[in-house]
């Protein structure tokens, strides 16, 4: 896949498996967070209080309900709304993607103010129109402050440039579905839309990071190939340490065997940071 999606020739076949490979990775998005938010911030010893012995084995209640969509799911979600507006802007010759993502982020952040979805604009689009997308689902703070007024973060000017919390990390899957990009300039993408919020190299390299795993997963390359894809890219950005540092010390867990829910925890020494949660 990753030779037809470079060279712009598709089959019948890799484009049903791309749609796929698509499709699995929202889903795998937001099956994943709704899982998790029941548990979120927890130690395994609270998990196992909370929920047993085995921790947590089927959906539990979070926000009122089993499988509510969490706020790093819609994000997840404006960003494929931000990429789908900047590839239709490409083509009537006004592009730049990093402001397509801001504006879509801000849509994001206009769900969650008091404003109902019958109040928004037409030209927001059907995404900023759901009803269900205007819930206050624990929204981290940078994300709020960070596109709280028109002003966008770039490298040289990042929001929150002392934020190294995940969220930025946890929207960027998004950008590695780009699969005809080059691997280096998804990364630089993902990083420019990070700092919109999270200026900590930390975070936005997770982010980064993040984003090309998924690209070469999305291109058919294996996971281990695609680490160390990331990890060869990282080498080049300052900062880039203790995001290789967590990808290494990943990499190392995996060939002590079989994942154990205290091996998982150890992972994430600094518990809430960007390069734990990647």
Not at 19 to 46: C, I, Q
Not at 136 to 159: H, I
Not at 243 to 264: E, I, K, N, Y
């Amino acid at each position: 896949m990753g030779t037809a999606a470079a060279t712009g020739v598709w089959g019948r076949a890799e484009q049903q498996d791309f749609r796929s490979r698509v499709r699995g990775t929202l889903l795998g998005v937001a099956v994943g967070d709704a899982l998790g938010a029941p548990v979120d911030g927890l130690t395994l010893d609270a998990i196992r209080e909370a929920h047993g012995a085995d921790g947590l084995t089927e959906p539990a209640p979070a926000y009122g309900r089993r499988g509510a969509v969490t706020a790093a799911t819609q994000l997840t979600l404006f960003t494929v709304d931000g990429l789908i507006r900047a590839q239709v802007r490409r083509d009537t010759g006004a592009w730049h993607p990093p402001t397509d993502l801001f504006r879509a982020y801000r849509r994001w952040a206009a769900t969650q103010s008091d404003w109902g979805p019958d109040e928004r604009r037409a030209e927001d689009g059907w995404l900023a129109r759901e009803e269900w997308l205007y819930a206050r689902r624990a929204p981290a703070r940078a994300c709020l402050l960070g596109l709280g007024n028109t002003v966008m973060g770039t490298l040289d000017t990042p929001k929150n440039p002392d934020e190294s919390s995940p969220e930025a990390a946890v929207r960027s899957a998004p950008f590695g579905l780009l699969v005809g990009w080059e691997p280096q300039l998804v990364l630089q993408l993902a990083v420019e839309c990070a700092v919109q919020t999270h200026g900590h190299p930390t975070a936005y390299l997770a982010a980064g990071a993040h984003a090309v795993i998924v690209h070469g997963l999305a291109r058919g390359e294996s996971l281990d190939g695609a680490i160390q894809r990331c990890l060869a890219l990282l080498a080049a950005r300052p900062g880039h340490q203790p995001v290789t540092d967590a990808l290494r010390h990943a990499l190392g867990a995996v060939r002590q065997g079989m994942p154990t829910p205290a091996r998982v925890e150890e992972l994430d020494t600094d518990e809430g940071t960007a390069e734990g949660a990647l």
